[in-house]
C-alpha cells in the first residue's frame, strides 16, 4: 500500500515538474535551478496531503467539541492564509531555495575535509535493521532541540519580536499552528534543518519527522475541548496543554515568568526543566496589545510583517532587551 502511493506521488511530482515548473523556469531564463524546481515540487506535494490530513481530522473536532464558540470566524482567515504558504508555497520554497545551496556547500567541506556526520546507527550498531527504533530515537532528539528553541523565542527579547505575532491571535485554531513571521519561520527552518544534518539524520527518515511535528502542532493548537486524560496529558503535548501556552493570562510565579509548557510533542522536557503548568479549565488565549498598531496588525497578514521588523528592531536597540511575554 505504501509503495502503491509512493508511485502515485513521484507520478504526480514528475507531471507536475515537466508540465508546469520547467517550462516556467526556461522562460524566466533560471536552467539553473531546475534540479531545484524539482526538489520543491515535493514540498509542495507534501505540504498539500499534510494539509489535507490536519483538515479531515482536526475541523470536525473544533465543529463537533470547540473549547471556545464564536459568532465570526474573521480572526481566523489570516491563519489559512499564512498555513497555504507555509504548507504549499512560499516558505518552504523559500527555505528550501535558502538552505540548499548552504548545504551542498557545507557536505562538499565536509568530504573535502573527511568529516563524515555520525548518525545513529554508528553508535548503535545493528539500529539499522530497526527503521522504526532509529526514527522514534531522532524524533526525541529533535523534540528535544524543538522545547529549546521554543522557549528561547520566549526568553531572548529581539526573537519574542518575531514570535509573540504567533500568540497574537485570540481565536486559536489548528490553522494558527502556521501563524509566523516569515523570519521566524526562516530561523525554525535552519535550526530543524541544520540538527537533523549534524546527527545524520537519514533522508528517508526527515520528511516523516518533520510531518510527524507539525501534525502534533496543528492538534495541540486546535480549538477543541479534547483532553488525553490525567495520565495521556502529561505523555503528549494536546490542545488543552497547548492553549496554557497560549493563555492570555498566566499566573506570576517564577517558572511561568517566560511563559510555560514549551514543548512541542513530549511534555517530559517541561516536566524536567520546571515549565510545566497545566490545569483543568480552557483558558482564553492571545496576548495584550499595547500599541494601536498592534491592534491594527491583528487581522492583517501585511501589518504582522511589518509590525514584527519593527519589534525586532526596538528589541535589538533597546538597552532594555527583556522578552515581552515575561
Known amino acids: 500500500m505504501t509503495q502503491y502511493l509512493t508511485d502515485y506521488f513521484v507520478i504526480l511530482q514528475g507531471w507536475l515538474f515537466d508540465t508546469l515548473v520547467q517550462p516556467v523556469l526556461f522562460a524566466l531564463g533560471l536552467a539553473s535551478y531546475v534540479e531545484m524546481g524539482f526538489d520543491g515540487i515535493e514540498f509542495v506535494l507534501q505540504g498539500g496531503i499534510e494539509l489535507a490530513i490536519a483538515y479531515v481530522l482536526m475541523r470536525p473536532l473544533e465543529a463537533l ?12 482567515r489570516v491563519d489559512v492564509l499564512y498555513t497555504l504558504l507555509n504548507r504549499l508555497g512560499m516558505v518552504p520554497l523559500t527555505v528550501f531555495t535558502l538552505l540548499a545551496p548552504l548545504f551542498m556547500e557545507l557536505e562538499s567541506w565536509l568530504r573535502f575535509n573527511d568529516i563524515i556526520p555520525r548518525q545513529l546507527e554508528d553508535w548503535l550498531p545493528g539500529l539499522d535493521n530497526h527503521p522504526l527504533a532509529s526514527f522514534l530515537i531522532y524524533l526525541v532528539i529533535l523534540d528535544f532541540a524543538e522545547y529549546w528553541r521554543h522557549r528561547l523565542s520566549h526568553t531572548c527579547g529581539w526573537w519574542w519580536a518575531l514570535h509573540g505575532i504567533h500568540h497574537s491571535q485570540r481565536q486559536m485554531s489548528f490553522w ?5 513571521h516569515l523570519a521566524d519561520d526562516l530561523i525554525a527552518g535552519l535550526w530543524f534543518a541544520c540538527l537533523s544534518l549534524l546527527i545524520g539524520v537519514p533522508p528517508g527518515h526527515f520528511i516523516g519527522l518533520l510531518i510527524a511535528l507539525r501534525l502534533v502542532e496543528n492538534l495541540s493548537h486546535t480549538n477543541t475541548r479534547l483532553a488525553f486524560g490525567p495520565i495521556g496529558d502529561y505523555l503528549i503535548v494536546g490542545p488543552r496543554y497547548h ?19 514549551f514543548a512541542i510533542l513530549f511534555p517530559v522536557w517541561d516536566i524536567l526543566f520546571g515549565t510545566l503548568y497545566l490545569k483543568e479549565s480552557l483558558p482564553p488565549t ?39 511575554s515575561a
Do not use: M
Open 176 to 180: 494558527t499552528d502556521s501563524r509566523n
Open 65 to 76: 467539541w470547540p473549547a471556545e464558540r464564536w459568532t465570526q470566524r474573521r480572526a481566523v
Open 243 to 261: 492553549r496554557w501556552h497560549h493563555a492570555l493570562e498566566l499566573p506570576a510565579d517564577r517558572h511561568c515568568r517566560y511563559g510555560c509548557n
Open 286 to 324: 492571545g496576548i495584550h496589545e499595547g500599541s494601536p498598531e498592534e491592534i491594527a496588525a491583528r487581522d492583517s497578514f501585511w501589518a504582522q510583517q511589518k509590525l514584527g521588523l519593527i519589534l525586532l528592531w526596538k528589541a535589538l536597540t533597546s538597552r532594555n532587551r527583556q522578552s515581552p
